[in-house]
């Protein structure tokens, strides 16, 4: 029962740090990134689809994003998702390819990005918490039914905490590296 209840307790952990790394690839750096297109749907044939399901997205160099519709009637379509997106760049088309500059953003915006970052941290670090909480909660459940005796509860609770510590430390070195790679010019 207790080591179900650790394991559990630390799949939950793997898989907030994962949501908080995919999120930090979605903030905007002033660096092209495919994950930058992750959110926005276009309207293919009545369907919202994925850009990614419907063209192949290069990166040529740090500050341009190139997207190749497999379907060349599609690239009005991706052209009018980007516009209304809330990604803030002007879609440049040819014809056969899209091509996105990523300006470098200004201080202030680098600031406003880091703050996000910050939030976006502290939500997953709440997360962990919770999910530290949760796992507590079960073995305490597991010792009121006379499964789990005292002493094993207290060393599974200290085996939950040193997770929680381990992968909140984890979270704030990925933050640390986002915060230098957001307000690196």
Same mark, same amino acid.
């Given at each position: ?34 994950? +930058? ?40 379509? !991706? ?5 209304? +997106? ?5 879609? +440049?088309?040819?014809?056969?390819? !899209? ?10 915006? &680098? ?6 970052? &910050? %939030?976006?941290?502290?939500?997953? &670090? ?17 010792? &009121? ?31 640390? %590296? ?8």
């Amino acid at each position: 029962m207790a080591s179900e209840t650790i394991t559990a307790t630390e799949e939950g952990m793997k898989k907030a740090l994962a949501s908080l790394s995919h999120e930090f690839g979605t903030i905007r750096t002033g660096r092209a990134s495919a994950a +930058s297109l992750d959110h926005i749907k276009v309207d293919y044939y009545g369907t919202s689809t994925p850009i990614t399901q419907i063209a192949g997205v290069k990166v040529p160099e740090a500050h341009m994003l190139i997207i190749e519709p497999w379907d060349k009637s599609a690239l009005k379509s !991706i052209e009018k998702a980007i516009l209304g +997106s809330d990604l803030g760049i002007t879609p +440049s088309t040819d014809g056969t390819v !899209i091509r996105l500059p990523f300006p470098a953003p200004t201080e202030e915006r &680098r600031r406003e990005l880091v703050k996000q970052c &910050r %939030k976006v941290a502290e939500e997953c &670090r709440v997360s962990m918490r919770n999910i530290r909480r949760d796992g507590n909660t079960k073995l305490d459940r597991a010792k &009121r039914d006379d499964d789990l005796s005292e002493d094993e509860v207290r060393r599974d609770e200290a085996h939950i905490q040193r997770l929680t510590d381990s992968y909140i430390a984890q979270i704030d070195e990925l933050l640390k %590296k986002k915060e230098a790679e957001v307000m690196e010019i």
